[in-house]
RNA sequence: GGCCCGUUCGUCUAGUGGUUAGGACUCAUGGUUUUCAUCCAUGCAACAGGGGUUCGAUCCCCCUACGGGCUGCCA
């Protein structure tokens, strides 16, 4: 078993056909049940429909989806949406909406949790039958009672397991009696350790778990109940998920041994944290995947930047693309500890990806955030815009929105910034550079620059004092695309319109 | 309280029983550029603390502190 472990932590299954002698890299054999499994992983991602995919989520279903593409394995996803207070249809179309976004696809049906409570009944009946749970008829309140009682008496709280060997006549008796009961598994002696694929050995005494419930008073199963039986009905080989299910894994595992089911591997990966070092919550500025698509990031800058929080690719490499990560990606480059969401980074990021796209994938990029982009504009006239700006932007919509002054004829100006950019002078040469750009002849770069040495020479000063008012006038910001380019794209005409307007704020 | 997990620049991280503890982002400064952005260069900046083990510990062990998770008839 441990072959496997360091198999699955340190290598591809393409890497270990069993001819190299890589280190940690042992064949198979054929009597490990889980052998076939292994060969072709089946992974799933289990969220709950009670939020919009949250970014921390959207981690945990990339890791699980590079390890499946990875190794040739399967991708699942379950909805557990068995808190019927909490999870809403609608957070259930959110969350596949964001999946599809990322590019995450899953294979086969979803599995609809709730969908599967006949098995869990059955898993239960099963478990009592074998003996491996028990009836527990320990009311709400005295089990509060002995909590309280404990904790004043500054004792380790422990579930006495009175019912634990109750005969079937006593058990009868008290069901008769309309006491009502949950079911318990009957926690063996000893420990329970597994090898997590980040973590590495996780040890724990049976005696700190208690005999936990794994079906309420109502009947209706539990948490560490439900996941175990869920996960082995899917057949899931690898089991990855945020590290705040570590504590709860080895009840899991308990599940597992008592229904006789194979345990799957276990890989918990690290918690990510806001700015503040606590937990991403609804506190911090954006956690779900939906505001960032709606910042302008792209699906491949989040699964890039989400990819490098907690994982490293053992190399200088930082920009990656989907086939990269599945290439690169290694359980034993995941880290330990938690990590803080860094948006500057994930700008950086953005920014990398942007200067590598071209002009064509921009726009639908833009055109699939604001599909009234750019309307009623010519297409060829739109990629010169995206070109322009695509080098200083950051997001897609800082694409969209410094396209903003190519779409109209008149600005609004920025009263601030005309007062501090105007005075006489730099009057004085839009002026001129109004009335050179009328006698124009070839609407031409070259033709620009004479008439800006011109301006640089009638005025005696340098290109800087020529640029900037011409550059505020008909851009309305101090800063973007060349001031040739600008001109050009922009036209005579609107370049007319504009300078005409600013001289009439101006003036 | 108990159990489990973690702790290298502000952030993401690399790293080894002997290193000037490396890179990236951010920030600062300078250079290139018609502005901005890019790009280039330089700089600031870290081994949580205390004990061991050792000739020598950031690295191995123990303790403490801090942080997180679990401890529920939530998932």
């Known amino acids: 078993m441990i072959n496997y472990i360091e198999f699955w932590r340190h290598g591809r299954a393409v890497e270990c056909t069993g001819l190299e002698n890589q280190q940690g890299c042992k064949p198979f054999r054929g009597s490990n049940p889980l052998a076939s499994a292994m060969k072709n992983p089946r992974v799933r991602f289990a969220p709950s429909p009670t939020g919009y995919l949250h970014i921390g989520g959207a981690r945990t279903a990339l890791f699980n989806w590079l390890f499946a593409k990875q190794n040739n394995g399967k991708f699942l996803l379950r909805i557990e949406d068995t808190d019927l207070e909490r999870s809403k249809d609608e957070y259930i179309d959110q969350i596949t ?20 409570n006949d098995r869990h009944q059955e898993m239960v009946a099963k478990m009592l039958k ?20 404990s904790e004043q008496r500054k004792e380790i709280f422990r579930v006495p397991q009175t019912f634990r060997n109750l005969s079937p006549e006593k058990e009868k008796a008290l069901i008769e009696e309309g006491k009502s009961f949950t079911v318990r598994l009957k926690v063996p002696k000893g420990e329970t350790e597994f090898n997590d694929l980040v973590y590495g050995s996780i040890k724990v005494q049976n005696k700190d778990l208690d005999d936990f419930i794994i079906a309420r008073s109502d009947g209706s199963p539990t948490y560490n109940f439900v996941v175990a039986v869920d996960d082995a009905d899917m057949k899931i080989s690898h089991v990855i998920r945020g590290d705040d299910h570590l504590a709860n894994t080895p009840k899991q595992i308990l599940v597992y041994k008592a229904l006789e089911l194979d345990v799957p591997i276990f890989a918990h990966l690290p918690m990510i944290l806001g700015s503040d070092k606590k937990r991403l919550s609804k506190r911090h500025a954006a956690t779900n995947v939906q505001e960032y698509k709606e910042k302008g990031f792209t699906s491949k800058v989040i699964l890039n930047y989400l990819s490098l929080l907690g994982w490293n690719p053992d190399s200088d490499k930082e920009i990656f693309d989907e086939n990269e990560l599945i290439n690169s990606f290694q359980f034993k480059q995941v880290q330990k500890k938690s990590a803080v969401f860094d948006e500057k980074k994930l700008l950086w990021i953005s920014q990398q990806h942007l200067s590598e796209m ?5 726009m639908n990029e833009i055109y699939a955030l604001n599909s009234g982009w750019g309307d009623g504009l010519e297409w060829e006239y739109l990629k010169e815009v995206v070109k322009l700006i695509k080098d200083r932007s950051k997001t897609i919509t800082e694409i969209a929105s410094m396209s903003e002054i190519f779409f109209t004829d008149k600005l609004d100006y920025d009263s601030d910034l005309l007062s501090k950019t105007y005075n006489d002078k730099s009057i004085a040469i839009i002026k001129d550079f109004k009335s050179a750009l009328t006698s124009i002849e070839n609407w031409s770069r070259v033709e620009l620059e ?14 800087g004092q020529v640029m900037k008012p011409i550059r505020v006038a008909l851009s309305g ?6 001031i040739f380019d600008l001109i050009l794209l922009l036209g005579k005409d609107i370049c007319q319109i504009r300078l005409r307007h600013t001289l009439s704020e101006v003036e």
Not at 358 to 362: A, E
Not at 450 to 463: G, R
């Open 450 to 463: 004479n008439i800006f040495e011109n301006l640089m020479e009638q005025h005696d000063v340098a290109i």
């Open 130 to 149: 074998d003996g491996t749970a028990y009836k527990c008829f320990l009311q709400k309140e005295e089990l509060d009672n002995l909590r309280k009682e």
């Open 477 to 482: 910001i101090p800063f973007g695309p060349g």
């Open 358 to 362: 071209s002009v064509r994938d921009l």
């Open 97 to 116: 909406d964001a999946l599809k976004w990322l590019g995450l696809n899953w294979d086969e049906d979803i599995v609809l949790q709730s969908k599967n």
